[in-house]
């Protein structure tokens, strides 16, 4: 798939009402929540609050990038990354939302763009990610145990009372286990050396 995860500039500003425009149109879905927060129109103010650049009472520092289709010269989705956990996103939101426009759905963008997040994660130092959904949302479970999301537990969103599932996705562990692997490999080469090559002699 030819995609790329940008961030938003006046270079991509029809870009950016182009693919709103289309959301807005076919659903009133608001995921990631960080761009349909403020009105797109005004893309000053849009631009300027975007990201939160420092952390609050209520909320935490992010990052938001865009899904660049290439072939087509087009957003096709979004996703909104924080750089850590509040209460609320350990509950609830997770380290990662994101979404992809209406037309472009169930065509293996959404695996594409949380593989693309989670490397970005990873130059941001989250080395253990949270990624939530909606347990009604089957597309969205299955995108995040595809890109490696072990389930934790549900828990009720008490404003909304939808059940929220839970994932984590450990690059640590992930590399411990690589490691292993490679250390069990490099044995067993040893030991087919030893075999195969210096073999004992009888008296």
Not at 3 to 10: F, G, H, I, P, R
Not at 88 to 98: E, F, K, P, Q, T
Not at 161 to 169: A, E, L, P, S, V
Request: aromatic share 16%.
């Amino acid at each position: 798939m030819n995609v790329k995860l940008v961030k938003l500039s006046y270079q991509f500003k029809e870009h950016l009402f182009e693919m709103m425009d289309e959301w807005y149109t076919y659903t009133n879905s608001d995921s990631p929540f960080a761009i349909f927060k403020n009105d797109y129109h005004d893309f000053d103010k849009y631009l300027n609050e975007l990201e939160i650049k420092f952390d609050t009472d209520d909320k935490v520092s992010d990052s938001v990038f865009f899904l660049l289709y290439k072939d087509e010269n087009k957003f096709i989705g979004a996703s909104n990354i924080r750089h850590k956990l509040n209460e609320y996103l350990l509950n609830y939101g997770g380290h990662i939302g994101d979404g992809i426009r209406p037309t472009y759905r169930n065509k293996g963008y959404g695996n594409k763009l949380v593989y693309l997040s989670l490397q970005e994660a990873k130059k941001l130092n989250i080395n253990k990610v949270l990624m939530t959904c909606n347990k009604n949302n089957i597309a969205s479970r299955k995108t995040i145990v595809k890109n490696g999301g072990i389930f934790e537990n549900e828990i009720v969103e008490p404003s909304s009372n939808k059940i929220i599932q839970r994932f984590w996705i450990n690059f640590l562990l992930g590399i411990l286990l690589w490691d292993i692997f490679i250390r069990i490999c490099f044995k067993i080469i040893l030991i087919w050396l030893g075999i195969f090559y210096y073999p004992h002699h009888g008296n």
